[in-house]
C-alpha cells in the first residue's frame, strides 16, 4: 500500500496540493522504468522516449525487481515510485522468451493504476540511424501533430485504447495560444491489422511552392516501430468515474447583463410598499400629540361617566 502523507504544515500544505488531482490538467510528466532484464532494443527505445519528452520525464537506469503490472500486487512499486517522483505517466520496459521487446505504456490517477496497455517493439529503428538536416531536428517544448491512419482505430478497442494512451504520453503541455512556428513535427501511426500498428515520428520540412503557402515535406527523424498489441487493461468503473469529473458550469444569472461601456448590469425588482402596515421606529411629533390629547378626552369622559353614577 502507498503510504498518504499527512502534512504538518501550511507549506507542506501548499505542495502537496499541487501535486493533487486536478480538474484541469496541465501538462504531465513521464516516468519511464527498466524491468529485471532489457534488450538493446528495450534500452534503444526507451532512451529515444526520454529524448524526446526530456523536457518533462524521468527516467531511472537501475533495473526493478518484482514489478508485474498486470498482476494483482505487481503495480505497488509503480504507484511507489509514480508518488516519489510526481509523474502520471508509465512507460516500463522488460525482456522475456515469453515475451521479448515488451513495452508497458500506463496512466495513473492519483497515483493509483489507471489504465495499461502492453505492447511488443519490432522493427525498431532508433533516432540515430536517421541521418537527416540536424535544422529539423525537434525543438525543446514544440507541439507535435498526430495522424492515427486506419479504420481499425475506430473500431478495435484494444487500437482506441493504444490511441488515447498515445496521445496523453507525447501530446506536451496543455496551451491555450499556439505558434505555428513551434509545430514543427508529426507522429504518424497507422494500422496494419487490428493488432499492430506502425508508429514513425516526422518532421515538417517547409519548402517554396510559388504561393503564400508553402509547400510541406514530411522527412523521418526516428524513432520508428511496429507496435503489436498484447494485452491492456481499462480503468476500474469508480475510479473512472472520479477520474472524469469536469468543472461544473457557472448558472446563469437571471436579470444580469454585460455592457462593454458600464460593465455589469442588472435588474432589481422591488414588491409595493405596504406603507399602512409599516413600523416605525421613532413616532412623528404630530403622532405623539394625537395620542396624549386622545389618553386625556379619555380619562375626561371616563370621570364624568363617574361623577354621574
Known amino acids: 500500500m502507498v503510504a498518504i502523507r499527512v502534512p504538518k504544515s501550511q507549506r507542506a500544505r501548499r505542495e502537496l496540493l499541487k501535486h493533487a488531482p486536478k480538474l484541469v490538467e496541465t501538462g504531465k510528466k513521464t516516468l519511464i522504468l527498466h524491468g529485471t532484464k532489457t534488450s538493446a532494443v528495450l534500452n ?33 512499486s509503480l504507484e511507489f515510485f509514480s508518488l516519489k ?27 493509483h493504476i489507471y489504465d495499461l496497455v502492453e505492447v511488443g517493439v519490432e522493427s525498431y529503428r532508433s533516432i540515430e540511424s536517421y541521418v537527416y538536416d540536424k535544422k529539423l531536428a525537434p525543438k525543446l517544448g514544440s507541439k507535435p501533430f498526430f495522424a492515427f491512419i486506419g479504420e481499425h482505430f475506430e473500431s478495435v478497442d484494444e487500437l482506441k485504447h493504444l ?6 504520453l507525447f501530446k506536451g503541455e496543455v496551451v491555450e495560444n499556439l505558434n505555428l512556428a513551434g509545430v514543427d ?62 468543472a461544473d458550469h457557472a448558472k446563469k444569472m437571471k436579470n444580469v447583463t454585460k455592457d462593454p461601456l458600464q460593465g455589469k448590469l442588472g435588474k432589481v425588482y422591488i414588491p409595493d410598499q405596504q406603507i399602512a402596515k409599516m413600523t416605525l421606529a421613532n413616532d412623528v411629533k404630530g403622532l405623539k400629540r394625537e395620542r396624549r390629547e386622545a389618553k386625556k378626552n379619555k380619562e375626561h369622559s371616563k370621570k364624568q361617566k363617574m361623577n354621574a353614577e
Open 44 to 76: 534503444s527505445a526507451l532512451a529515444d522516449i526520454f529524448h524526446l519528452k526530456r523536457d518533462n520525464a524521468v527516467k531511472f537506469s537501475k533495473k526493478n525487481d518484482n514489478i508485474r503490472p498486470f498482476e494483482s500486487g505487481g503495480e505497488t
Open 85 to 111: 517522483t510526481d509523474c502520471s505517466l508509465l512507460v516500463y520496459g522488460c525482456h522475456s522468451k515469453k515475451r521479448p521487446n515488451n513495452l508497458v505504456l500506463g496512466r495513473t490517477y492519483d497515483h
Open 163 to 168: 490511441k488515447e494512451i498515445l496521445l496523453d
Open 185 to 246: 513535427r508529426i507522429f504518424v501511426c497507422t494500422a496494419i491489422s487490428p493488432t499492430t500498428v506502425y508508429m514513425t515520428h516526422c518532421a515538417l520540412h517547409l519548402k517554396r511552392s510559388g504561393t503564400s503557402i508553402p509547400r510541406i515535406e514530411l522527412v523521418e527523424v526516428g524513432p520508428s516501430m511496429d507496435l503489436v498489441v498484447r494485452r491492456h487493461r481499462l480503468p476500474v468503473e469508480s475510479l473512472k468515474k472520479e477520474a472524469m469529473k469536469t
